[in-house]
């Protein structure tokens, strides 16, 4: 099992562009989310979903979108990158019942200039 | 969201072992408590979780407090590898929205 992948490892985007980062798990998971972390911060929920077609909005939503068509795939979309973005993003998944672990991802760094 | 409450940093000689409190007062009956740990560079790894009872792995053991309000994460031997952020998380039936705080900041001292 490859568990929670993230794509890709390293992006650098300029002010206003957009971009998709990718998680994809093989687990059969039904809660995925996605976190970020900021220099010397902890990690801040952005969006969850609890199962295909169910989406809903953690700590800081803004400027993020989500999707879940698929259980294995939790695409987060920025469609117009801001400097106060530039974080490393995580996936996790998990089966769904709260006590659980989360599986994460390997990261994505995203810098944005 | 549920809160808990760590110290920034905590060190620790090689081959001792390590208590990394952590403070959940608003605990609920039914919340988890989930340990995980980051190395550097690292996504957060799961180290273990309980409810009531105390737990052991192959990694840690986690002693819970009577009343819940509070827990620790024991290391019995600390290693060089075990330098790492350690978070201390609930978890509520509630929908699994795992807030993680900053963590503790473990070093280990060779």
């Known amino acids: 099992n490859a568990g929670v992948t993230q794509t890709p490892k390293f992006q650098v985007l300029k002010t206003g562009q957009s971009m998709t980062l990718q998680c994809a798990q093989d687990m059969n998971h039904e809660y995925m989310s996605w976190y970020r972390q900021d220099p010397g911060m902890g990690l801040r929920l952005i969006h969850y979903?609890?199962?295909?077609?169910?989406?809903d909005q953690g700590e800081v939503p803004n400027g993020y979108n989500v999707s879940r068509s698929t259980t294995e795939d939790f695409p987060l979309r920025l469609l117009s990158a801001a400097p106060s973005q530039t974080s490393v993003y995580f996936c996790?998944?998990?089966?769904?019942?709260?006590?659980?672990?989360?599986?994460f991802g390997n990261g994505t760094r995203l810098t944005v200039t | 969201d549920a809160k808990t409450t760590q110290p920034n940093s905590m060190e620790s000689n090689e081959e001792e072992p390590v208590h990394l409190p952590c403070n959940h007062s608003t605990i609920s009956g039914t919340d988890y408590i989930h340990w995980y740990r980051q190395l550097p560079s690292q996504g957060p790894e799961y180290v273990i979780h309980g409810l009531t009872s105390n737990v052991n792995n192959r990694m840690a053991s986690l002693a819970i407090a009577e009343d819940r309000k509070s827990s620790t994460l024991i290391l019995h031997r600390a290693t060089l590898r075990d330098a790492a952020v350690y978070y201390c998380?609930?978890?509520?039936?509630?929908?699994?929205?795992?807030?993680f705080g900053t963590g503790t900041s473990l070093t280990v001292i060779p």
């Open positions: 979903s609890v199962g295909a077609g169910i989406t």
């Open positions: 996790a998944s998990s089966s769904g019942q709260h006590n659980s672990p989360l599986h």
């Open positions: 998380i609930l978890s509520t039936d509630t929908g699994n929205q795992f807030y």
